[in-house]
C-alpha cells in the first residue's frame, strides 16, 4: 500500500513539473490518514480536497483537462465526457475505452504515469462513445407509451 500510494503521489509531482497544472485531488479520508502515517509528503501543486457529491464530481470530471484514476465508473464518464483518462492501474474492467482511445493504462509507476499523461494530453477529443448515445430512456418512454396504446 505505501508504494503504491508514493508512486502515485511521485507521478502527480512528476506531473506537475512538467505541465505545471494544477491537480485536484478528492481525496478518501482513508488515504489522507495513510499519507500521514506512511510520512508520505504531497507535492507541491496538488490540491487534496474532501469527497464530492456524483453531480460536483461530474462538473469537475467534465472540467477537467486530464482525469487520473483507479475507478472503472470514472474511466467511463470521462470517455462520455470526451475527458483524457490515465488509469492507474494494470488492466481494467473497460477496455472498450482503451479500445476508443479515450484511457490508458499505466499502474503506479511514477515515469509511466507521467508517460500516459503526455500521451493522453496530447489527444484530440474526438473518439467514439462505446457507450450509446445518452437516448435509451427517451426510447424506453416511447415503447412503454406505444405498450399502453395497444
Known amino acids: 500500500m505505501k508504494e503504491r500510494l508514493k508512486g502515485i503521489l511521485d507521478g502527480l509531482k512528476l506531473i506537475y513539473d512538467e505541465f505545471n497544472l494544477p491537480i485536484t485531488y478528492p481525496v478518501h479520508p482513508r488515504t489522507v490518514k495513510r499519507i500521514n502515517e506512511f510520512g508520505l509528503e504531497v507535492p507541491n501543486g496538488v490540491e487534496l480536497i474532501e469527497p464530492l457529491g456524483f453531480l460536483e464530481f461530474l462538473q469537475l470530471e467534465a472540467n477537467a483537462k486530464l482525469v487520473l484514476t483507479d475507478s472503472g465508473g470514472v474511466q467511463e464518464e470521462t470517455c462520455i465526457l470526451k475527458v483524457p483518462c490515465v488509469t492507474l492501474r494494470d488492466n481494467t474492467e473497460r477496455p472498450e ?35 450509446g448515445d445518452g437516448k435509451a430512456g427517451e426510447r424506453i418512454v416511447g415503447i412503454i407509451k406505444e405498450q399502453l396504446t395497444r
Open 97 to 131: 475505452t482503451l479500445e476508443v482511445g479515450s484511457n490508458v493504462l499505466a499502474g503506479v509507476n511514477q515515469e509511466k504515469i507521467l508517460e500516459g499523461v503526455k500521451k493522453m494530453l496530447s489527444k484530440e477529443r474526438n473518439w467514439k462513445n462505446p457507450f
